[in-house]
């Protein structure tokens, strides 16, 4: 059946058609007016959000410019407040790396030993990414260590008796800290000729001028001395008072009291160690001190016609302990544990740090009003001094809180 429409339903169809079919346009003609231009004039291919736009090539060295100042600011700040200083040195690799993953709380500073000066004065070496990563991750500033090789005084004499070598090892040294975003760098050279005491202190405050202008530190490891004429010995080049005032802090290197080449005795015996801070509270301010405390203990084996020395990390000490079915002995005098056993006709004396000796030491710290410690090294410790250590942070925050923030 086919439907017969009136003229009046022609009329009104015709009117509807055109109606439909001019929507498209006006639709088209709505959006036109009511889009931003900038959302019509963007390829299709693109995706714009609230975002700010992408800085151009110009702008990109400044941003990375202000990342990396408030990176270096807020190592600043954890510095500066830290109460007491707690400064841990590594080696490098993942020796060590436990204890910063499980005890970065209880650190201030982690210091890794990874570069070194050669015979030419180049610097040598790098901090391996396991151990960037580690402090990266657990927010711990990193405050690398320069050596001269082997700790040889040829390398030490060669690099500060020429004032060029001395100018390319700090900028190659600052241009280190900017690209690693290292808080700045320990200077750890020693068996420096005695007669270069004056040298190294000049290139110290070089070196330091260099880093504090671009708001780096700067500090130094020194070894202890007991008086002010010590002609000879390992410790004559260090002028502590004119390298205390360039840096920001010395660590006291108060361990190796018995060495490896010398008879059996504490790693760092009790008075000798306060004999040590005497000496240095006198030219050196003690709020820019650290006690550098030994993590380790030390074998020596006697056979009647020689003498030899290895150097033992405490789980190692522990298990020897356990294997001999011994108990160590304590001296008093030295504030020390050791112990000695027999094989085959060789006499071996182990000496070594343990919780109680390092507890020992830590007390000094209030009683010398000491900046902090700097421990040497992660990976050889007594487990139970981090409980200790934790202990002694959280009462000096305390403490630090309830009589105000105070300067480095």
Known sequence: ?????????????????????RTPLMIVSLLIVLLPAKFLTTPSDSIQTDQPAPATQADAPEAV????????????????????LALYYTTGGTFGLDSVEQHASDMTILAPQCYWLDQRGNIQGGI?????????????????????????????????????????????????????????????????DPGDINLYTRFVHDAAKEFHHEGRMLSVAVVPRFLDSVPGQWAAAYDYSGLAHATDFLTLMAYDNSGRLGRPGPIAGYNWVRNALEYARIHVPTDK????????????????????????????????????????????????????YRTSGTVNRVWYENAR??????RLLDQYRLRGFAAWRLGM???????MVTAMRESQTQAHDDRGVTGF
């Open 1 to 21: 059946m086919q439907l017969v429409l009136s003229s009046e339903h022609l009329k009104t169809r015709n009117l509807l058609t055109r109606y439909l079919n």
């Open 65 to 84: 410019q202000n990342s990396a100042e408030l990176t270096l600011k807020a190592m600043r700040e954890k510095v500066m407040t830290a109460n007491p």
């Open 128 to 192: 391996p990414s396991s151990t960037m990563d580690a402090a990266r991750q657990s927010g711990l500033p990193v405050m690398a260590l320069l050596y001269n090789q082997d700790f040889s005084r040829r390398v030490a004499t060669v690099l500060l008796h020429d004032r060029h070598i001395q100018k390319v090892v700090i900028s190659n040294l600052a241009e280190i800290a900017r690209k690693q975003d290292l808080l700045g760098f320990q200077l750890d050279l020693e068996n420096i």
């Open 289 to 340: 001190l650290l006690l550098g405390i030994a993590l380790y203990g030390r074998e020596w084996r006697d056979d009647g016609s020689s003498l030899q020395a290895r150097t033992m990390p405490f789980p190692e000490t522990r298990a020897l302990l356990n294997r001999l079915s011994m108990t160590p002995r304590w001296d008093e005098r030295h504030r020390s544990p050791w112990f000695e």
């Open 357 to 362: 000796s390092i507890q020992e030491k830590l």
């Open 381 to 387: 410790e007594d487990p139970r001094i981090w409980s």
